[in-house]
């Protein structure tokens, strides 16, 4: 039940019902709601709001004065003809209300909110957020109140109040807000003077005020302060800016502005005719009629060609005031011969992406990726149009759940079963219209000098959109025909509008034009490049590109962005029926085989951009090395990935796109596609290689047995084969899971046996892999100096042949091992740097997995907020991904985080999910710590928890068992 109270605790703690303020009473029965507050919509047992208020030191009487209290309270909040939104249960007292009623709540969610839109590069929405969390801050939280839990939510909320005036002075400096950052920040400084990031955040703040001395000063008066009261020197960070304030670096100078709208429409057309009385129904939504917090959803359906997707686009256009936030357009490929429509989860992902949603944030379920679009717009004002549905089941999920957006969505079919829309129903032109389209676009006097021929040439276009442009373009390229004789033309074909417009644009085509436009109509994917077209026809790329841009001209093909070109569902079942008509078959093979090696070719060399196999450190020029063609080649690989699937054969494409695939977590993708090349593998040499690669799938998914025996598959195929470079590759991918099962010390064997064979082979990336898969099982084995030695060398490496995802992984395994030695600030910096290399380099895994290890060393430093914060981002970005391993390794860390709290039920939830995980991948490891730290949450089953631990313990060779057998002791 909600009562309609709110509740305000940023500050005294007040409640108000409607104008009303409420009575509350003397400090302990504040401190009794207090408590309340913090287990809002929960039950509370007695003795956690006696502990709550007084701690161990209770009086004799608490039992009795809680309920007093409590008695006191429900007759304060008491709703009249209800039973009140206090009430008791079962599982203690529970205070019921709407989240949203309590400032605390409000404030979280905001402030939670700012953090991710400034990770998103969404500055504006940030600031929109964190200057709502920071209106509801009116001083000392539960001011006044003492009490344990009062005492630890007051020292988190001031904990994130700096957070967030932190975050304010960021954005503002981001923003160009120089004076007003530096005014924030002064006072923020002299609050907290240890703080050294609020100091660094002051310094650059008035530098680029232009205070260069005085941001010098600022270091310097940190630097002592530290000295005199830590004993300590200023960390890295502050002392990497001091140097380049000295050097006046132009890197810090103030970031351009970010504008943020994001716009994916097509290109409106711009002789748009009639249609005014649909147009003006899409454009006069009267949002008062329906539910106020409801999207509206226009349903557009018609015939083929009748100009649905025209007016939408058209339409919205002319809405793109009402809907500043973002424009977004997805064809989802409905009514494409030989294709199948485009999936939900698939179309998600192209609207997310194209919201500022990063790719690592987006998740692989249809229903998550659905909550998450619903979660992006509900407080955006976003257009989307969603073109050639095939059923409402497909439009379903990509629907808006509440806000202030608008989709369009256009069909073949009326979408009857589609709740909630407004249907408009599209019929062919009104002649009126149609003569005014077919003048517009011949644009000269013929139309008007023969009306009668203009009104039987589009009657004989069926008054179809689609056909009178194609057939009044063809008499706009041709000065010397007559609107009679495009008539005859017309008439002389006897087939139905459409394909007779389309045949007349056709034979008006030169014989070079025509067999491009046939063999571009092979095309399998969803839109082409010029490089693409000139492989289908084998023509240089610039005179594909004149010939493209000739189709262009006369509406055959459409451009729907810069260098992209795309068919009409109907163009391009023409052009299909033209190639078989016109091209023999081993012509037409050819042009499909010349596709599929330019798309492999391609694909390979964009690969080799992003995972060298291995490259000469003389060759390497570091300062010329800025990553532009990392970037370039990922964009490609991004925009052409649909396009190489269905263009190419499985056992040439498999094994190019592995890497790819597993850089951008589309593993489920990459096993579909290993497993169609093995079975049609030509030679043992690919059936190697397929097994090889199928290992790595299933290892990523957490099959570790399956993955076991895909590798020794291949590694048998490779040394009967005698091919040592990848027999090296095998042993590598067998050591890491020898490890995952709790024996390090084969995984320190297999990959010394691999880093032989790749220094004599000369594969310096194979050597990289190898280094850190040693450092990592040394660190597993508790011989720090040894991982240190070895992660050390494969980051060098790494670093000198371009082996940007070795980088990262070496640095992400150096900062666990800086963590298990107790250098916790050095850890930090690792990782934050493998963070940042995994964002650049596009590797959604190793982020997911830096965030996780961040929270870890939070959590090695007792800072259990940021710990939490880190390790609920890692161990949604690990499931996200598929990645098990990495969600057993988040889960046994939050697990950990909770005890440390004392919160015994959510961390023995956490250690039974990642028991659950470890025992389903196999990981012997993440059991036996999930079975330690389940003993550790609940005491009442420790001894067999423990025990169990033990026996498992014992079969491996990781240190730790004598604490396992020293805990088992003390219980005796």
């Known amino acids: 039940m909600l009562s309609g109270i709110r509740y305000a605790a940023l500050g005294p703690l007040t409640a108000w019902r409607a104008d009303r303020k409420i009575e509350l009473g003397w400090a302990k029965q504040q401190a009794v709601l207090g408590v309340m507050l913090l287990e809002l919509n929960r039950p509370v047992p007695l003795s956690r709001i006696i502990d709550g208020v007084w701690g161990e030191r209770g009086p004799r009487d608490a039992r009795n004065a809680v309920q007093t209290y409590i ?25 019921q209300g709407d989240p949203s009623d309590l400032d605390v709540m409000v404030f979280d969610q905001h402030l939670d909110t700012a953090h991710a839109r400034y990770r998103d590069n969404d500055v504006r929405a940030g600031a929109e957020h964190v200057d709502a969390a920071l209106a509801l801050w009116r001083g000392e939280p539960f001011s006044g109140l003492g009490g344990p839990l009062l005492d630890a939510e007051r020292r988190r909320l001031r904990e994130r109040h700096l957070s967030a005036l932190e975050l304010h002075a960021r954005i503002s400096l981001d923003l160009g807000r120089t004076a007003e950052s530096v005014a924030d920040l002064t006072r923020l400084v002299a609050a907290n003077p240890l703080e050294e990031r609020l100091s660094a955040l002051l310094m650059l703040a008035l530098y680029r005020a232009g205070g260069r001395a005085a941001a010098l000063e600022v270091f310097q008066s940190t630097r002592r302060r530290l000295a005199d009261e830590l004993g300590v020197d ?70 083929p060609g009748v100009g649905k997707s025209a007016l939408a686009v058209h339409a919205a256009y002319r809405l793109v005031g009402r809907y500043p936030d973002a424009q977004l357009y997805v064809d989802l490929r409905g009514h494409v011969a030989g294709h199948r429509p485009v999936e939900p989860a698939a179309a998600l992902d192209t609207l997310l992406r194209a919201l500022g949603v990063p790719g690592e944030r987006i998740p692989a379920e249809l229903d998550a990726r659905a909550g998450l679009w619903r979660a992006e717009l509900a407080d955006r004002a976003v257009l989307v149009v969603l073109d050639d549905a095939v059923d409402a089941e497909q439009v379903r999920p990509l629907l808006p759940g509440t806000g202030r957006s608008l989709t369009l969505v256009t069909s073949r079919p009326r979408l009857v079963d589609l709740a909630a829309s407004r249907t408009l129903s599209l019929d062919v032109l009104p002649e009126e219209h149609a003569v005014r389209l077919f003048a517009r676009i011949v644009d000269d006097g013929r139309p008007a000098d ?26 706009g390229t041709r000065p010397a025909w007559t609107v009679a004789h ?19 644009s056709y034979e008006n085509l030169t014989v070079e034009q025509r067999r491009l436009f046939r063999l571009v109509g092979l095309h399998p994917g969803p839109d082409f490049d010029v490089p693409a077209a000139a492989a289908l026809a084998d023509r240089d790329e610039d005179t594909a590109e004149r010939l493209l841009e000739n189709l262009v001209d006369v509406h055959l093909i459409g451009q729907h962005r810069a260098g992209r070109y795309r068919f009409h569902d109907l163009v391009r079942e023409f052009a299909r029926d033209a190639a078989h008509r016109n091209e023999a078959e081993t012509d037409r093979r050819a042009a499909a085989r010349r596709l599929a090696e330019h798309y492999t070719r391609a694909a390979e060399d964009a690969m080799h951009s992003l995972a060298p196999r291995e490259q000469d450190p003389a060759d390497y020029d570091h300062a010329d090395h800025d990553h532009a063609d990392y970037d370039r080649a ?67 998914l957490g099959h570790h047995e399956q993955a076991r025996d895909c590798q020794e598959r291949a590694k048998s195929i490779f040394t009967e084969l005698g091919d040592r470079d990848r027999v090296a590759e095998t042993l590598r991918e067998l050591g890491v899971l020898h490890g995952l099962s709790g024996r390090p010390a084969a995984a320190v064997e297999a990959n010394r046996e691999a880093l032989a064979i790749v220094r004599e082979l000369g594969n310096r990336v194979g050597e990289v892999d190898a280094l850190t898969n040693i450092g990592s099982a040394y660190r597993r084995l508790g011989e720090y100096d040894r991982a240190l030695e070895h992660l050390g060398e494969a980051l060098a490496l790494a670093r000198s042949v371009g082996h940007r995802v070795g980088e990262g992984v070496a640095l992400c395994e150096l900062g666990a091992t800086q963590t298990g030695m107790g250098r916790h600030e050095e850890a930090l910096d690792d990782h934050r740097r493998a963070l940042a290399m995994a964002r650049r380099n596009g590797h959604r895994l190793d982020e997911g997995h830096s ?14 907020p940021e710990a939490l914060d880190h390790l609920s981002r890692g161990l949604a970005a690990a499931r996200r991904d598929g990645f098990r391993t990495g ?12 005890l440390r709290l004392g919160l015994p039920e959510e961390a023995a939830d956490s250690y039974r999910r990642a028991l659950a995980v470890a025992r389903e991948t196999g990981d012997r490891c993440q059991e036996v710590q999930a079975l330690a730290g389940l003993g550790r949450a609940e005491p009442t089953s420790a001894r067999d928890n423990w025990e169990r631990a033990l026996a498992l313990h014992e079969t491996m060779d990781v240190p730790g068992a004598d604490e396992l057998r020293a805990a088992l002791a003390a219980l005796n």
């Open 450 to 475: 023969e009306p009668d021929s203009v009104t039987e040439a589009v009657a004989l276009c069926g008054r179809l959109p689609l056909a009178i442009r194609l057939a009044a373009a063809r008499l």
């Open 486 to 504: 495009l008539t005859g033309r017309l008439r002389r074909d006897r087939l139905d509008a459409v394909t007779a417009a389309f045949t007349l």
């Open 71 to 95: 008695s006191r309270l429900r007759r304060v909040l008491r709703v009249p003809q209800t039973p009140g939104p206090l009430v008791f249960t079962e599982g203690g007292y529970l205070l």
């Open 634 to 700: 990922l964009a490609w690989l991004d925009t052409e990935r649909a396009n190489l699937l269905v263009a190419t054969q499985p056992r040439a494409i498999a094994p190019v796109l592995h890497r790819y695939l597993h850089l951008r977590s589309l593993v489920a993708e990459a096993l579909t596609v290993d497993t169609w090349a093995l079975a049609a593998v030509h030679d043992p040499a690919e059936e190697g290689a397929a097994w090889q690669r199928l290992g790595a799938d299933h290892h990523r």
């Open 851 to 864: 965030l996780t290890r961040i929270g870890v060393v939070h959590l090695r430093l007792g800072e259990c």
């Open 887 to 898: 969600e057993g390794e988040a889960l046994l860390a939050l697990g950990e985080t909770h």
């Open 234 to 303: 200023p960390g890295d960070e502050i002392q990497a800016l001091h140097e380049r304030i000295l050097r006046g670096d132009a890197g810090l100078a103030a970031p351009a502005a970010r504008p943020r709208t994001p716009n994916t429409l097509p290109r409106d057309v711009a002789d748009f005719t009639g249609r005014e009385p649909e147009l003006d129904r899409l454009l006069t939504v009267d949002r008062r009629a329906a539910n106020p917090t409801a999207s509206v959803v226009w349903a557009i359906d018609g015939p």
